[in-house]
């Protein structure tokens, strides 16, 4: 079966570092998202990954292991404004390449 | 950011009235998605449009249908709705397959 799955929720400090996993388990593979979602409000595009490696882009970097099935996102100098559900998406081609999403991770930054 | 709007913005409506909901884009992107969001779950595709009168049914579509009769409008329907259509609905599109999608606002949509 299709399964993303991410932790729930995760909570951090102002000005640290933190790591959000996914793992996937889909029928196939053809590209890895993460998007940002505020509360209230619509997902937008973080970054992509489609071969393995890491990919930097700012304060955000996005690491890929297709052969682990797994990814994370990674943000730096964490702001307040970081405060936010974080989505990981696969897309399938065996799904019409379609997106597969997992249920978010909230990460809540303290202060 | 591709210009996608989304209307009403907030519906409440009664178990048993149809229900649509509307998508326009600016952008001339070929692929229309509807989603809905709900808590402990992640996006689910409900229906999704690769051109004008081109759609096909994703993983949720019992209950919902959906029409494209022109490249920058698709509309989705609730032909009569249930408590368990309330949601919130996401619009999305796309220019090409291996591309980022881009959100509309959301419809958030109470059945009472």
């Known amino acids: 079966g299709q399964n993303i799955d991410q932790p729930t929720e995760m909570t951090a400090t102002e000005g640290a570092i933190v790591q959000i996993n996914c793992t996937y388990q889909?029928?196939?593979?053809?590209?890895l998202f993460w998007y940002q979602q505020h509360a209230g409000e619509a997902p937008t595009f973080l970054s992509y990954?489609?071969l393995d490696g890491l990919e930097e882009k700012g304060r955000f970097s996005s690491f890929l292991s297709r052969s682990k099935g797994y990814s994370y996102l990674l943000l730096k100098e964490l702001q307040m404004k970081d405060s936010a559900s974080y989505l990981c998406?696969?897309?399938?081609?065996?799904?019409?390449?379609?997106?597969?999403w997992g249920a978010g991770t909230k990460l809540i930054i303290k202060p | 950011d591709a210009g996608i709007t989304q209307s009403p913005r907030h519906k409440v409506t009664e178990t048993g009235t149809p229900v649509t909901l509307r998508c326009h884009q600016t952008?001339?992107?070929?692929?229309m998605y509807w989603y809905r969001q709900d808590p402990g779950h992640g996006l689910r595709l409900i229906h999704y449009?690769?051109?004008?009168?081109?759609?096909d049914k994703g993983e949720v579509s019992d209950g919902y249908s959906v029409s494209r009769s022109k490249t920058e409008d698709f509309l989705l329907t609730l032909e009569s709705a249930t408590s368990s259509q309330t949601s919130v609905y996401f619009c999305?599109?796309?220019?090409?397959?291996?591309?980022?999608?881009?959100f509309g606002q959301g419809t958030r949509l109470t059945v009472v």
């Open positions: 998406a696969v897309r399938d081609p065996t799904s019409n390449y379609q997106l597969i």
């Open positions: 952008e001339n992107h070929r692929y």
């Open positions: 990954n489609v």
């Open positions: 999305a599109t796309r220019d090409r397959e291996n591309t980022e999608a881009f």
């Open positions: 449009s690769y051109g004008v009168k081109d759609t």
């Open positions: 889909t029928s196939g593979f053809n590209g």
